[in-house]
């Protein structure tokens, strides 16, 4: 079984497409998915995170648009901490239709 890590390491690449990815700016360019609120915090260490409090659903949490070019590939990579001892986590990558 691996071993958790205490504090995660900061975003690579300069976070790639996502917009304030370290939340170094709070959680600018961060918007709730479904309902609930989304707050930042900040462990003892002084890494920033974000949370997603009074969920009524599960999908209830946070989310942010990026727009993706065709032909590129790309990666994902996200560090989650869960507040039971254990809890489904799900990604949801959609694609919007163009207006």
């Known amino acids: ?3 958790c890590v205490a504090e995660t390491p900061r975003a690579q690449y300069g976070g790639g497409i996502i917009i304030n990815p370290a939340f170094d700016h709070s959680i600018d360019g961060w ?3 479904g309902n609930g609120a989304i707050v930042e915090r900040i462990s003892n ?3 920033r ?3 997603s409090r009074n969920r009524t659903q599960p999908s209830d949490s946070f989310s942010q648009k990026v727009q993706l070019k065709k032909g590129v590939l790309y990666s ?4 989650f901490q ?6 489904t986590v799900s990604v949801i990558f959609k694609r919007m239709q163009p207006s």
């Open 49 to 51: 995170f974000i949370v």
């Open 82 to 87: 869960l507040s039971e001892v254990s809890d």
């Open 45 to 47: 260490a002084g890494n």
């Open 1 to 3: 079984m691996k071993q």
């Open 76 to 79: 994902f990579i996200a560090w």
């Open 31 to 33: 918007t709730v998915f």
